[in-house]
C-alpha cells in the first residue's frame, strides 16, 4: 500500500540521518588506518569512518586552509610538534575523555607527557625512533649492523643507507630534531651532513624506506620502530634497534576545532585510547606500542615495553623543536635533499683520500687538505641562536622575502663548500700517490 511505502520511505529517509561521518586527516599508513576503520566501524554502527590521507606538513596546512569552514573532525599523525603548532593556531578542540579511559595511562612516558595537558592532543601509541636493516644485505656486502646514529657516517656504509626528507615526513622530522638535540647544533649536523652524504637515496615518504631495506634495494634505513617492528612481525629478514639516543615520543590524535562531525570525534578518540582500541596496535602489519602500561601482558612474544625498558635517552623538548620545525626542514632540503649529489661526491673524495693516505706515507699536506674538506662537508650555514630567532621562524611561516633569501644563501654555501671538499680531498689524493 501506499502508506506502508511512504512509512518506508520515512525509515529510509531517518536511518541515511542517522548515518554520520567522522573525517579523519592521518599520514598513518593504510594498513593502520583501515584496521581501525573496520574495528570502529563494527563497534560503532551508524558511523562511517572516510580517511583524508596527507603527509604531516600537508595536512597541517590543509587544516589552517580550511580553519574558516573546517571539513575535518580529527588529525591523527606520529609528529607530537605538528599538534603543538595547531594548538598554537587554535586549530583544536579542547576535550576530556571518562575518566576510566583516562585512568589507566600515565601521565608521562620518561619526561614527555602522553596528553596535551591542555586536553587538546591526546598521545595513543608511543614511539622511538632507530634503524632497521636487512640482515641479507649487511651479509652479503659484509656490513656489521648499525647500533648507534653516529655508525652512520662509517666510510663502508657508503651507498648503503637511506632516509626519507624530513620535509616530507614528520617522523624523520622528529629523527633529524632528536640527533640536533641529543648532540648539540653543530655536532648534530655534521653527522646528518656526514651520514647524508652515504646515503644512496632520500625519499619522499617515510614508506619509501621500509619497502626499500625490506626488497634489499638498500641495507639500512632510518626509521619509526612500527615499520621495523612489524616488518619484523611479518617474517622479514630484517632487524631494528633503537640507539642509546633517541627519543621516545607519542603519537597523538586531537579533534578539529569547529569540524562537521564533533559527537562522532569525540566517540573515535575515546575508542583509540580505549582497551578495544590500544589492543589494535598488537596486529602484526601495526606493531605499535599501546599507552597502557598493563596491556603489555598481552603482548606477543619479545614485544619492545617502553614502561620497562629503558628506551630514549634524550629528553626531547617539543617546543624547542617545534619553534624551529620549519626552519630544519628547509636547512635539511636545502643543504643534503638538493644538494645531495654534490654532497656525495664530496665524502666520496675525502673518502677515497682518507684511502690512499693509510696505504701511503703521504706529506703532513695530505692530512691537512682532508681535514679542512671534511670540515667544509660537515658545516651548517646558520647557528642554533639564529635557527630558533622570531624574525627567521616569523619569516619561514609567513613565507616572505627573508625566506626565499636564506634559502638561497644557505644552498649556495653548501654547492660552495661541497665543490670546495671534493677539490682538497682530490689534492690530498694526489699527493698521497
Keep these: 500500500s501506499i502508506s506502508s511505502m511512504i512509512v518506508f520511505a520515512l525509515w529510509l529517509f531517518a536511518a541515511a540521518a542517522a548515518a554520520k561521518d567522522v ?13 581501525y576503520k573496520k574495528t570502529f566501524e563494527a563497534k560503532n554502527p551508524g558511523i562511517t569512518v572516510v580517511i583524508n590521507s596527507k603527509q604531516t606538513n600537508a595536512g597541517v596546512t590543509y587544516l589552517r ?15 607530537p610538534d605538528a599538534f603543538q603548532t595547531l594548538d598554537t ?24 607527557p602522553i596528553h596535551d595537558p591542555d586536553g587538546k592532543y ?63 647544533w653543530e655536532k648534530g649536523w655534521a ?27 638498500y641495507g639500512i634505513g632510518v626509521v619509526i620502530d612500527f615499520f621495523g617492528l612489524s616488518a619484523i612481525a611479518s617474517g622479514q629478514p630484517v632487524e631494528f634497534a633503537y640507539p642509546s639516543l633517541t627519543s621516545v615520543v607519542p603519537a597523538s590524535v586531537g579533534i578539529v576545532k569547529g569540524g562537521p562531525n564533533p559527537q562522532e570525534a569525540r566517540t573515535f578518540v575515546n575508542y583509540l585510547l580505549s582497551e ?77 683520500a682518507e684511502q690512499s693516505l693509510a696505504k701511503s706515507k703521504a706529506p703532513p699536506q695530505s692530512k691537512e687538505l682532508i681535514a679542512q674538506a671534511r670540515k667544509l662537508a660537515s658545516q651548517a650555514p646558520i647557528n642554533d641562536k639564529r635557527a630558533s630567532d622570531k624574525e627567521v621562524t616569523g619569516a619561514f611561516k609567513s613565507k616572505s622575502g627573508l625566506k626565499a633569501q636564506l634559502e638561497t644563501e644557505w644552498e649556495n654555501f653548501a654547492k660552495a ?17
Design 23 to 35: 573525517v579523519i586527516v592521518t599520514s598513518f599508513p593504510k594498513e593502520l588506518f583501515e584496521t
Design 65 to 79: 586552509e580550511t580553519k574558516a569552514k573546517p571539513e575535518a573532525d580529527i588529525f591523527w599523525v606520529s609528529a
Design 89 to 112: 593556531d587554535g586549530l583544536l578542540e579542547k576535550y576530556s575523555p571518562p575518566k576510566e579511559i583516562m585512568a589507566r595511562i600515565p601521565a608521562k612516558i620518561g619526561n614527555f
Design 122 to 184: 591526546f598521545g595513543f601509541a608511543i614511539s622511538g625512533y632507530g634503524l632497521m636493516w636487512n640482515k641479507n644485505y649487511l651479509k652479503a656486502h659484509k656490513l656489521p649492523a648499525p647500533k648507534e646514529w653516529t655508525d652512520l657516517v662509517n666510510p663502508r656504509y657508503f651507498n648503503h643507507l637511506i632516509i626519507s626528507a624530513p620535509s616530507r615526513s614528520g617522523t624523520t622530522h622528529l629523527t633529524v630534531e632528536t640527533i640536533l638535540q641529543a648532540y648539540g
Design 191 to 217: 653527522l646528518l651532513l656526514n651520514a647524508g652524504g652515504n646515503m644512496g637515496s632520500i625519499t619522499e615518504r617515510s614508506f619509501g624506506v621500509p619497502e626499500a631495506v625490506i626488497s634489499g634495494q
Design 276 to 352: 578495544a582500541g590500544q589492543t589494535v596496535l598488537f596486529v602484526p602489519e601495526i606493531a605499535r606500542l599501546p599507552v597502557i602500561p598493563d596491556l603489555y601482558a598481552k603482548a606477543p612474544k619479545d614485544y619492545p615495553n617502553p614502561f620497562k625498558q629503558k628506551m630514549g635517552g634524550v629528553d626531547f623538548n617539543d617546543e624547542i623543536s617545534s619553534g624551529r620545525r620549519d626552519v630544519v626542514n628547509s636547512l635539511y632540503d636545502h643543504i643534503i635533499t638538493f644538494r645531495h649529489k654534490e654532497l656525495r661526491e664530496a665524502w666520496r673524495s675525502i673518502y677515497a
Design 417 to 433: 663548500n661541497y665543490n670546495k671538499a671534493k677539490e682538497l680531498a682530490d689534492r690530498a689524493s694526489a699527493l698521497a700517490r
